[in-house]
């Protein structure tokens, strides 16, 4: 496969630095060629430094045996390594089988049978997850599945380098530089590959934009496709949050691929593909815990501006139905995830691996992050099938 | 100025003493450790406390709401290190009031005081950091192998008297002063009353109702209708509950008080096995010992399995069999976060009590101490219930001890920089 021509990157930096603060005097129409350090906001900072944060928990719920990701190591920055405390490390391995659970579920449905039957993730400031990795290295996944990655620049960067650094990956994704089958963008922030893409790109400049849609390169609009944001949309603002989950639901998927901007017309038709949505965020930020998470994370200048408004797993579905997924819309907190998605027998297992010392914090803790998930499936053709037996929490 | 008192004077600012005198401490703590049994006496009255968890500020608003040692009489039930930033000063200013005032500080050992277990809780680090080798680490180990498992307290009076400075206040509700013993009170940080009830005098059986009077906002005490409201009051800590002397409690005696970290073990009915157990080790993983310091209190029958992987998790119907064998009026324990920093179980049977507000500086809970007032109607003499079956005086069997008053003062989490102290900010986790 010839080397995918490399979009310039720019054009998806559009909109950035829009009216927040200071910033506001450097409207949106200014030149694409604006540098992007210099338009980073100090919030967007440390929005993308909490991807730092996870990967430390993930590795150090690896290293304590939570979790098997091979990759967790080498995808954390060097020196950075901390053992985190068994609570954090629990929370950590629910939050990642969960959502391994409805992924299966999505890649496994019963009408996959075959080659044909490809189908897609976009991962939603994905940073350093190490998802793509796991899934590339399953051989039933790897041939049928094409897996986006979209984040800042600045943490794609960090990936792409250490991609090209760590054979490992390079194997697990089936790539090599020298094969000719990889292309990484001159600033070293894009990649494309057969199956894997990785975009720099501010989400809130997903827009209904031709040159945007063309600029997402390797996205099928065709293809069967799960969304996931992991801790993601709720640092946006709850408008653009919204705006990016329309870009995706209406814009992107909401017409038959190929079809112009008039395809607006045609939203809601029947041959829509099939299309899911996987949230994993803060919830309930109005009790005694809640009001307190809220303010710690303000000190540490991390606002999760979507929280309000989707405060709790009522107002999750119902955003879900909102954004279209009208097939089925469902919500759980991570308590109730861990009492009621995994065994008796795994749970004997991690809960051997480190003594709780305080369940009623524990619970607190879970009770305070949920997963929801939604999905359209206009053409019933069961690819989200697996969702409709996953266990759902009921009320708020 | 002795150096243990400029020790105190010192941790009290939080600021550390050097390691030698730390060692020197924990040395002096141990012989004295030594001499007590795996359950300890302690006469009323008393301020038992919870979990303090290395939250050396909120350790402070606690002497500050409670009163300072020796005035007041004080009971801690373990867990004073780990999770919080000041394991360390708060640990050594416990063991120093220790040191100083023998008679006027308990100190039981929590399931946090163990080797294992901070070791990966914090309290291990913290040695560490501060101190830039596990030395003070292993001399505060040690102390923690020699810290008794459990307290009973006795002489605990039935009744509270009114937190009131003026008992006699006219304004407060002449109906339940009269028709009722004050049974419960809670207390706010700023001492005012926030809900109180009562029991009537003339006891028919031991389940007796209480009625309550919610003044500010309740409590979670009971379910009792609420009558008049009665105005707030301010109460001196820590001395406010005493025996009123006019007999009322001549038909009734107070049960003994048994105070543990954790809870019961199936290994353990009675109070007297507790102090057959070889005390002075590390806390073992299973076992009689292990229960006592890990074990909860559940809405089950009979026992169950922990989800905390030690310990077992007992039902009401045990803490009934164990307070009524032992001649117990109830279990006061710690070990679990509540978020109204007390919480009474199985008809007052056991209650919980947390002293670490907004636990780990994320759980945004407030804290609680119960203060159990001195019964002196019997001019001093303290009715031996001392938790030995089968020694209940003539009038009541065992099943008729009435409880104690009890008096729980709530309090927030310090404003760490209106007290000229060193508060690193701290960083709770969270999932991001």
């Known amino acids: ?396 | 100025m002795s150096d243990l008192d400029r020790a105190i004077e010192q941790l009290r600012a939080c600021r550390l003493i050097p390691e030698s005198q730390v060692r020197e401490l924990c040395y002096k703590a141990r012989e004295l450790l030594i001499e007590e049994g795996n359950v300890v006496s302690v006469d009323a009255p008393v301020t038992i406390c919870g979990d303090i968890h290395g939250q050396f500020h909120d350790l402070m608003e606690l002497f500050r709401v409670g009163g300072d040692v020796p005035d007041t009489n004080y009971l801690f039930m373990g867990d004073f290190v780990d999770r919080g930033f000041y394991s360390l000063e708060s640990f050594l200013l416990l063991l120093c009031l220790k040191v100083r005032y023998p008679d006027r500080i308990t100190l039981i050992r929590g399931n946090h005081e163990s080797r294992q277990i901070t070791t990966v809780y914090g309290f291990y680090d913290e040695c560490i950091r501060k101190y830039g080798s596990a030395n003070v680490w292993r001399y505060c180990c040690e102390v923690f192998d020699y810290l008794a498992l459990g307290a009973i307290v006795l002489g605990a009076s039935s009744e509270l008297e009114p937190s009131g400075s003026n008992a006699n206040d006219l304004t407060q509700s002449t109906i339940a002063v009269d028709d009722g013993e004050l049974e419960t009170e809670v207390l706010n940080s700023r001492g005012e009353v926030t809900m109180s009830s009562y029991r009537p005098r003339q006891r028919a059986s031991s389940d007796v109702d209480t009625d309550t009077q919610d003044i500010l906002p309740p409590r979670d005490i009971s379910a009792a209708p609420s009558q008049t409201s009665a105005p707030t009051r301010t109460g001196a800590p820590g001395t406010g509950a005493s025996g009123d002397g006019n007999g009322s409690s001549m038909t009734s005696r107070t049960g003994a008080v048994l105070c543990v970290h954790g809870g019961l073990s199936p290994l353990i009915d009675s109070v007297d096995k507790i102090r057959l157990i070889d005390r002075k080790q590390e806390v073992p993983h299973e076992g009689a010992m292990c229960d006592l310091l890990w074990s909860d209190p559940d809405e089950i029958e009979g026992w169950g399995l922990s989800p905390r992987g030690a310990g077992f998790l007992f039902g009401g119907d045990i803490v009934k069999q164990f307070n009524h064998q032992n001649g117990l009026s109830l279990i006061a324990r710690a070990h679990q976060l509540v978020m109204e920093g007390y919480k009474e179980m199985f008809d007052g049977g056991i209650v919980t009590v947390w002293s670490a507000p907004n636990y780990c500086y994320r759980c945004g809970n407030v804290a609680a101490i119960l203060e159990l007032g001195e019964d002196t109607s019997n001019g001093g003499t303290i009715a031996r219930s001392n938790g030995e079956y089968g020694r209940s005086n003539g009038l009541s069997g065992p099943s008729s001890v009435s409880s104690p008053g009890r008096r729980y003062r709530v309090f927030e989490a310090a404003a760490q920089d209106t007290r000229g102290m060193p508060a690193k900010k701290p960083v709770a986790d969270y999932f991001l």
């Open chain 1, 1 to 396: 496969m010839a080397a995918p021509q490399i979009p310039n990157l720019n054009l998806l930096r559009r909109g950035r630095g829009r009216g927040r603060g200071s910033s506001s005097s450097s409207s949106s129409s200014d030149a694409p060629e604006n540098s992007q350090a210099g338009r980073v906001t100090g919030k967007d900072r440390i929005v993308q430094s909490t991807d730092g944060d996870a990967s430390v928990s993930r590795l150090s719920a690896v290293q304590l045996g939570y979790l098997n990701d091979p990759f967790a190591r080498v995808l954390t920055p060097p020196n950075s390594a901390q053992r985190r405390l068994p609570i954090i490390n629990r929370g950590t391995y629910v939050r990642t089988v969960a959502i391994d659970q409805l992924v299966d579920r999505f890649l496994n449905d019963p009408s996959s049978t075959g080659s044909h039957c490809k189908k897609q993730i976009i991962s939603l400031g994905a940073g350093s997850d190490t998802r793509v990795f796991r899934l590339f290295a399953r051989r039933d996944y790897s041939s049928r599945l094409i897996y986006h990655e979209i984040d800042f620049a600045v943490n794609t960067s960090a990936k792409i380098r250490t991609i090209r650094s760590t054979p490992q990956l390079q194997r697990g994704l089936g790539i090599e530089e020298t094969k000719d089958n990889v292309s990484i963008s001159d600033a070293g922030d894009a990649l494309h590959s057969p199956s894997y893409h990785i975009h720099p790109c501010d989400l809130r400049s997903l827009k209904a934009d031709p040159s945007i849609t063309e600029s997402l390169l390797g996205i099928d609009r065709g293809l069967p496709t799960l969304l996931i944001s992991e801790c993601c949309l709720i640092y946006l603002l709850p408008s653009e949050a919204v705006q990016v989950l329309t870009f995706f639901t209406e814009h992107l998927f909401g017409s038959p691929q190929g079809s112009s901007e008039k395809g607006e017309l045609q939203r809601g038709c029947a041959n829509t593909v099939p299309l899911g949505l996987i949230l994993y965020e803060p919830i309930r930020p109005n009790d005694a815990f809640g009001r307190t998470m809220v303010s710690n994370l303000a000190t540490r200048g991390i606002q999760l501006q979507t929280l309000h408004k989707y405060s709790s797993l009522g107002a999750q579905r119902v955003r879900l139905l909102e954004q279209g997924f009208r097939a089925g819309q469902a919500a759980a907190d991570i308590d109730f995830i861990w009492e009621w998605w995994v065994s008796e027998e795994e749970k004997e297992r991690v809960a051997g691996l480190e003594m709780l010392d305080e369940m009623e914090e524990w619970k607190l803790l879970a009770q305070h992050y949920c997963v929801s998930w939604g999905w359209r499936d206009e053409d019933d053709s069961a690819v989200f099938d697996g969702w409709k037996t996953v266990p759902a929490q009921s009320g708020d």
